[in-house]
């Protein structure tokens, strides 16, 4: 058998980023090989994966990432068990390398294609199972999305100072001059910050799924059980106006100024731009 040095602990310590009793068990099982005992530090990663497989992950952060052009947009989110782990120097730099690939990745959703997209030559996938085995916890990609502009427009993109809920909208304008005006590009962050706020369902109501409004409706009509036929009617009917005004975007209150829409905010914006602006699409991450 080979003998284990402090000096092959400790390179293999600083080229893992494991623990030194855990380099040397790698060690020792290889036989002294540093290659073979990495990729043993890197099996155990999974090990702990698939132990872990049903435990929740509820703590982590959002992470975005914008092109040098503002013409792309990534949103994604990196969870973890535990809120040390997840304020853990290791946690950290997984997160800055999954806003890296999030902005790499070919695809415009689906984690699993994050898990296969490489930066640097390593795939995220490579990234997680290491962080997993210097951490001892489950962690995952919980989210992806990524918007490329196909006009003229911007993307606004917000993150809550607790990282752990962020949003990403996009914008479309009638020219380019319109999207780099002040007062859209102000008006976009402050529609992402709303967004984070207040959790709108569906862009407007043609966006709200036809099971959630059938849902809404028996409750509304629960609620007033009793009464006459064509009275349930009017109350559901108003309900059910004022449930899209809560949870459609385009009809929800400004956070920032109760006396005006969304839509009316948006609006006046693209007039003061000088032209038009309409939101196109929004996604809306959390973490937990």
Do not use: W
Not at 114 to 127: C, N, R, Y
């Amino acid at each position: 058998m080979a003998e284990i040095s402090a000096s092959m602990v400790m390179r293999l310590r600083k080229m893992s980023g494991q623990g030194m009793m855990d380099c040397k068990r790698a060690l020792v099982e290889a036989n002294g090989d540093i290659e073979e005992a990495i990729g043993i530090l890197r099996k155990k990663g999974l090990a702990t994966l698939a132990k872990r497989a049903e435990r929740e992950t509820s703590e982590g952060v959002v992470v975005s990432e914008m092109s040098g052009d503002g013409k792309v947009g990534a949103l994604a989110t990196l969870c973890c068990e535990t809120d040390f782990v997840a304020r853990s120097e290791d946690f950290v730099l997984a997160s800055a390398a999954l806003a890296d690939c999030a902005m790499a990745c070919s695809a415009d959703e689906g984690t699993g294609n994050i898990l296969e997209t490489a930066v640097g030559g390593k795939k995220f996938s490579d990234v997680l199972t290491e962080t997993i085995s210097r951490t001892g916890e489950k962690i995952e990609v919980g989210d992806y999305a990524k918007y490329k502009l196909a006009g003229s427009g911007l993307i606004g993109v917000y993150i809550h100072f607790n990282k752990k809920v962020g949003t990403m909208v996009e914008i479309e304008t009638g020219d380019e001059a319109t999207a780099a005006a002040d007062e859209i590009r102000k008006t976009a962050a402050d529609i992402a910050m709303h967004i984070t706020a207040t959790k709108p369902l569906a862009l407007d109501k043609e966006g709200v799924s036809p099971k959630i409004i059938e849902r809404e409706k028996a409750i509304f009509a629960e609620q007033v059980k009793g009464k006459p036929a064509n009275i349930v009617e009017k109350i559901v009917e108003g309900k059910l106006k004022r449930f899209y005004t809560e949870n459609c975007l385009l009809e929800q209150r400004f956070v920032k100024d109760d006396s005006k829409t969304i839509s009316q905010v948006l609006t006046e914006a693209g007039k003061q731009a000088g032209g038009e602006a309409r939101i196109k699409r929004f996604v809306r991450f959390e973490v937990g």
